[in-house]
């Protein structure tokens, strides 16, 4: 399985440093044969690659920290907080976070019209959030449900209030709740086509995932500047994976055993 798993990811990396010949060959040969690195050159020097990726890690990063801020307060609201109310609305979010983007995108297409916000990254980063948060509050929620309550009440006792609290106690212990809720944020913000497509047909405000799928001119397809585009926008979550990787798994199985 694991090897099925790999075998698509290492096709696209041997892929990307073969020449055009050697992709052709049949059969394929296991190995770039010569090894070249054309194909990275040309999707930033033709393609305007650098462009498709500073945008992504724009938005991305953007998104996901006002993710993170706002998921943070409502957790901690609805975890520790006497609300009213508070299973209809984790219900309410649930509903939000299994909304298709297709079923919206029409409506929020012609709002963006009419503000002004077409090719802009605005017109990205507040649907991102909007279509992330659910999903961030309820890994968050179960993390900050699992937190001894002691440490609250330890907090108010030395004349701490709500937000010193939420900042200054119990964020720094929900450390592996909050990278997870960050990495998957990160992650769908980064992979995201549809919205990004509809929203931004300008250049200049392309994310990767559009960019890569314009790369096919009309009569040729270059699989191999494709590969290497592909191969650049898997680093970034492959390493954000391998680091923040222990906070994870943490704060999946936190949320697992203590909700």
């Excluded at 020097?45 to 724009?58: P, Q, T």
């Excluded at 450390?175 to 919205?195: I, M």
Aim: aromatic share 16%.
């Amino acid at each position: 399985m694991l090897l099925i798993i790999i075998a698509p990811f290492f096709w696209m990396v041997d892929t990307s440093f073969k020449t055009n010949l050697d992709i052709g060959n049949f059969p394929p040969s296991f190995l770039p044969h010569p090894f070249t690195f054309s194909h990275y050159t040309r999707a930033f020097s033709k393609y305007g690659f650098g462009v498709y990726f500073r945008n992504s890690v724009v938005v991305s990063i953007v998104a996901t920290f006002i993710v993170l801020v706002i998921a943070s307060l409502a957790s901690y609201a609805i975890a520790r907080l006497p609300i009213r109310g508070k299973a209809p609305l984790m219900v309410f979010l649930l509903a939000i976070s299994t909304f298709p983007e297709v079923a919206v995108i029409s409506p929020l297409f012609l709002i963006m019209q009419r503000i002004g916000w077409l090719n802009s990254y605005q017109s990205l980063i507040v649907p991102y959030v909007a279509f992330n948060l659910p999903f961030a509050i309820w890994v968050m929620r179960t993390y900050f449900a699992g937190i001894p309550k002691e440490l609250d009440e330890a907090a108010r006792v030395d004349g701490a209030g709500i937000m010193t609290t939420v900042f200054r106690v119990i964020l720094p212990v929900a450390t592996p709740g909050l990278f997870t809720g960050g990495v998957f944020t990160f992650v769908a913000c980064w992979t995201e086509f549809l919205f990004a497509l509809v929203f931004n047909s300008s250049q200049q405000f392309r994310t990767i995932p559009v960019g890569i799928a314009l790369f096919s001119g009309q009569f040729t397809i270059p699989y191999g500047t494709i590969f290497a585009g592909s191969t650049v926008a898997v680093l970034p979550i492959v390493i954000l994976v391998l680091i923040f990787q222990k906070w994870v798994v943490a704060g999946l199985t936190a949320g697992a055993v203590k909700g």
